[in-house]
């Protein structure tokens, strides 16, 4: 049986002049173990390419993190792997306020076996002060569906595992009646950003239902 692999296409990246592809693509080698941990994000075995854009400030920063193209066909993974390169940093820009990039993520996860469940907890309590905190980022989903002159009502379900150092290691969209992929791959990504208290026992799966008004 194949075990779940997440390819990056390295030799491929592209990147403003205040950054070389060969930086970028050391970068992003680094993240992979975060980029593979996004194949927890679907239940189904999924292939292809996810291509990001994003621009790395001055500070290493990332912004404008969005998905330019893919064949993956799975809001969950597309938004999980933007959502990786969103809470990470990155090469300074050399001589630039900051600079454009482009990667590449070949997701090929056919055959993959079921990851055991994890045994680790973290209480009510702290979940929600965080997700509290946060509720302006998850809100912004829905504000820029809703700038873009999309009306996006009704519910879902989104769910994620808590790493053991309290990183969101996946997300996704369990189940949904609000039909508006862009929106799904936002809370995705946007759940990614979020860091939570280290559950006890190991990592922990969460789960909370949305509705959008």
Known sequence: MRTPALLLLTGCATAGTG????DLNAAMASLDAELRACLGATTEPVGGTVELTWVVEQDGST??????ASTVGDPNVEGCVAGVVRRNTFPRPSGEPFTDARFPVD????????APAPSGVLGPTAVHAVLAAHRTTLAGCLAAAQAGGREVTGDLELHWQVAPD?????????AASVRDLAVERCLVSSMMTITFPPPEGGAANLSMPLKLL
């Open 107 to 114: 997701v090929d996860a056919l055959g993959a076996a079921p």
């Open 63 to 68: 912004g404008m993190v969005e998905v330019a």
């Open 166 to 174: 309290g990183r969101v290691a996946w997300a996704r969209v369990a």
């Open 19 to 22: 950054l070389s592809a060969a």
